[in-house]
């Protein structure tokens, strides 16, 4: 009998399993993926390696305090060789029509950045920094109340509950309303894909606490994404433990009313494993697909109240020769066509993506080792691809679609860096199927649950779910991105062995 069951090895599954094993639990971490790392794997195409959903990750730099906690969290877990790359200072440039706005960090340099840029508009931007940095106050309350331990969460409402009220039903296009600038207004919106949802229904609290995140700057992992597997799974097994591959849950075993264990198809096989305590890091709808119907109908009404977020169309790009010396650089490149930036790829086919996000890994590793990569990613709507997501299409005339998608993509970014084109050896496109096939994604979603007003207060992604001993992590829980994830499996493992908080809190 094993002490904890962790289904799925995603960087928030990866977290909870090797937390638990610094304190003794022998954890089976089950995969259902032959590469364990969810949105950390990295795969190959001929000479070149591509790093599927890391372009950057915040909290890792050399200084102290919170701006490195993810850092000291990682080196504490692994085996303390994980080392990250600063990537370039303008770290996102954002690109409109006939205008270029580089965002550097930390927030002061980008303030003032702003203030040189738009003279006019100097209340403005102040108020809206103002207004960010309330925003996190609030997001940080909000977040207590729902999954750190009761005492926690009371001590938050006392202090800050009415203001976290006040924010918490505010959107991203609430406050860009308030700016009059078209383009500063473009340049404040612009990385919403971030977390996956346009400005509309995106929480305000959300994009405060993303973009926030890079004031201490924005680093890559050296030696690539893969190196969170690598480095945390060896404290896992250190402790007893096992990862098992290919191994697809079926169903989680509840009996007098608690998660007891798991079905497992592995290799053609089913078995049951048994352990004291279960985490799901699949997702909050997947995990009650793996729940008999009868089990927390609270639960699963509340839950599927919530919608899947957006998905995306991902071109990865093989290229040949100095990319350096024809203007790339380690930044990424926020791209939309007009000034109006919140708008999702609805017809991929027959036109352009409103907005591009185009991104260096191999500039961004300087362990790398091969011919330089590319990607370039749009945020697409569900309805492309609903005909095949859900079977109505014979899936026969997919691959043709998909290839005039990647063939529009690719002319986009052709485009918009003519000096690479030339230099572009080769092209695959991933769209919402490919999420939904590799990391069972619902309905191919970038990041799980919409980041919407309504999920940020959802009681139905608490860490603790109504079924005993039955936990979550991942994205679901704790926000989109690789620390927000990272962060929920550690307070899964903690919810289960409490001297760990004292961890998170160091």
Known sequence: MWHVIVIGSGIGGLAAAAALAKR????????????????????????????????????????DGPESQFRRLLDWLGDGTLQFAPCANPYDVVRLPDFEFGISHPEA?????????????????????????????????????HQLPA?????????????????????????????????????????????????????????AWVTGAYDGGAYFPVGGPARFAETLLPTVRSAGGEC???????????????????????????????????????????????????VAGEWRQKASALEPG????????????????????????????????????????????????VSFPS????????????????VVDRAAFAPWL??????????????????????????HFPTLAPMVRFHEAATPLTQQRFVR?????MYGVEMSVERLVSDALRLRTPVPGLLLAGQDVAGPGVQAAFMSGLMSAATLEPSLWRQLSG
């Open 441 to 445: 994604a619902v309905d191919g979603s």
């Open 390 to 415: 859900d079977k109505q299409h014979s899936a026969d005339d997919y691959p043709a679609f998909k290839a005039w998608v990647a063939q529009r993509l690719l002319g986009q970014f052709e485009r």
């Open 310 to 357: 957006p998905g995306f169309v991902a071109l990865y790009l093989g290229l040949e020769g100095d990319i350096v010396g024809a203007g790339a650089t380690s930044a990424n490149h926020w791209i939309y066509e007009s000034n109006d930036i919140g708008q999702l790829w609805r017809q991929p086919a027959d036109e352009d993506a409103p907005g591009l996000f």
């Open 244 to 294: 098992r591959l290919g191994a697809d849950v079926r169903r989680i075993l509840v009996e007098e009313g608690r998660a007891v264990g798991v079905e497992v198809l592995r290799a053609g096989s089913v078995t049951v494993e048994r352990a004291e305590h279960v985490i799901s890091d699949i997702g909050v709808a997947n995990t009650l697909s793996c729940l008999d119907g009868s």
């Open 109 to 145: 340099a980008y303030r003032a950045a702003l203030h040189e840029r738009f003279p006019s508009e100097t209340a403005s931007i102040d108020r809206w920094f103002h207004a960010c940095h309330e925003a996190r106050k609030a997001g940080t309350t909000l977040m207590a109340s």
């Open 363 to 378: 500039l961004k590793d300087p362990a790398w080792q091969g011919p330089p990569t590319a990607e370039a990613l749009a």
């Open 24 to 63: 003794g639990r022998r954890v089976l971490l089950l995969e259902q993926h032959t590469v364990a790392g969810g949105q950390t794997q990295v795969f190959r195409r001929h000479e070149w390696v591509f790093a599927t959903g890391v372009h950057y990750v915040s909290g890792v730099g050399p200084q």
């Open 151 to 207: 005492w926690i969460g009371w001590g938050f409402r006392i202090l800050r509950g009415r203001q976290a009220d006040a924010w918490s039903g505010r959107t991203l296009a609430d406050l860009l309303a308030d700016i009059a600038h078209p383009q500063l207004r473009a340049v404040l919106g612009a990385r919403w894909a971030d977390y996956g949802a346009p400005p509309a229904i995106a929480p305000f609290i959300e994009h």
